[in-house]
């Protein structure tokens, strides 16, 4: 193994809209148990530009590296670095996709974000937050069918971030409460984002407008008060959900459950098929949990974790003994 140095980042999992952000709100997420619920993509200086994966998802993977969205960003990050006449490094990257792709869960914003991260560090932070967030979202894009950058930013900045997208800034962190539990359960079953976003509406009614007006302001504004249960009752999708949900067998049954057993809320988790429930005690969260993993999980490629809000967002380390590259 070379001793050459390496750069490791790692970008977590995500939340979509929370019900009640379409686009413009998104958390991250941490396992309470500490396992990984997030993409790590390595990289090294090489004389020519490979990209190798592995990982428990690794197999659902474009087949060839250059349909992979990690080379893309590379290609993307070198693009923009010669466009400001910088010199270019050649590099061998891997990934390591430990997030199904398709599951809701932010998986190719954890790919892209780790990616830029690691690219980051590796060219000594030429590019700030705002041009890095700009990039991201840009490949995101090209992935989903339409930028939105309620996975990339809370994925690379932690906690739940909300969409500000002025030329300035395109996201900000809003506080969270750090005793809610988040139970997010994918059900093996894969749900395309592009395809998913073209079964929506073009257009909402009047009504639901004000709706969605008043729970996005409402809760920023009970976030910041300090107010859970103000909070937690404006966690409701009037936009994706009416929609989605026929996109998951057995949802109405689990948010029955969730909700009749003491969550605060339930929802899907962007485009889905994983789901999430609010729980303000353990216990509950415990039982939703083992509920969600007989009922919703779907086949073996399933798993449910109980997580808080990951306020670290991606995160880089340098080393020469990963044995990965
Ligand atoms: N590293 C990657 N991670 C995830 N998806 C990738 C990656 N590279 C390429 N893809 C492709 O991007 C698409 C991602 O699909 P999408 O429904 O947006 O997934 P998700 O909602 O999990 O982010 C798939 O077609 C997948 O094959
Ligand atoms: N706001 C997007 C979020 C998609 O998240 P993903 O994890 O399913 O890619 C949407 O709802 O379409």
Known sequence: MSKQSIIKAYAPASIGNVSLGFDILGAALQPIDGSPLGDEVFIQEANEFSLSVSGKFAHKLPGEAKDNIVAHAYAYFNQQLKAQNREIKVAKMHLIKHLPIGSGLGSSASSI????????????????????????????????????????????????????????????????????????????????????????????SLSTAITFGKQLGVFVHALHQGDRQLAASMIQDVIAEPYR??????????????????????????????????????????????????????NDTGFSHICRIDTNGAQCVEGTEFGII
């Open 113 to 204: 974000v780790a990616a830029f991260a690691a690219l980051n560090a590796f060219y000594d932070n030429p590019f700030n937050q705002h041009q890095l967030l700009l990039m991201m979202g840009e490949l995101e894009g090209q992935i989903s069918g339409s930028i939105h950058y309620d996975n990339v930013a809370p994925c690379y900045l932690g906690g739940m971030t909300l969409m500000i997208e002025t030329e300035q800034q395109i996201a900000t962190q809003l506080p969270v409460f750090d005793d809610w539990y988040w139970v997010s359960c994918y059900s093996g079953l894969s749900v395309s984002t592009s395809a998913a976003r073209k079964i929506l509406p073009g257009d909402v």
């Open 245 to 298: 949900k026929s996109l998951l067998p057995d949802y109405d049954n689990c948010k029955k459950f969730a909700l009749e057993n003491g969550a605060l809320a339930f929802g899907i988790s962007g485009s889905g098929p994983t789901v999430f429930a609010v729980c303000n005690q353990l216990q509950q969260a415990q039982q939703i949990e083992q509920f969600l993993g007989s009922h919703y999980v779907k």
